[in-house]
């Protein structure tokens, strides 16, 4: 069995499993708990607070400003034209890794789902095309 813990694959023990069913599902969720591990890297030290006005940012961005950037450009000390360049710049890296997760993630679960043997979904490298974050 492949299992993904610390950010690594590692060989954990033996398993057999009953049906392919179960196999896939096994190494789907491994897949998940890598995808999931990327995620929680990209956002570490990112408080659910600070998360949450993320959108509210980036609306008022795409807008050209709005009150919660004015605000914070005000305290920060630059423009809001330049907090706005920040914004769309850090939405765009946050959104390409997204996009990069979700379809690496997409990519090998539909891989294991089109698999016909347990032993190929047991014998299937998931470690492949992830993005380094």
């Known amino acids: 069995m492949l299992i993904y813990q610390d950010n690594q694959f590692w060989n954990g023990p033996d398993v057999e499993f009953a049906t392919l069913a179960e196999a896939q599902a096994d190494r789907t969720a491994v897949v998940d708990l890598a995808a999931a591990s990327l995620r929680d890297q990209i956002t570490a030290g990112a408080s659910a607070a600070e998360m949450s006005s993320w959108p509210i940012k980036l609306d008022e961005a795409n807008a050209g400003g ?21 914004v ?21 679960r539909d891989t294991i789902d089109a698999m016909t043997t347990i032993a190929d979904v047991v014998a299937y490298d998931m470690r492949s095309d992830w993005p380094v974050v």
Do not use: F
């Not at 769309?88 to 379809?103: F, M, V, W």
């Open 66 to 86: 709005g009150p919660m950037l004015t605000l914070e450009a005000g305290y920060r000390g630059i423009t809001e034209a330049a907090l706005i360049v920040l």
């Open 88 to 108: 769309l710049d850090k939405a765009t890296q946050l959104s390409t890794l997204e996009a990069q997760i979700a379809g690496v993630s997409g990519m090998h």
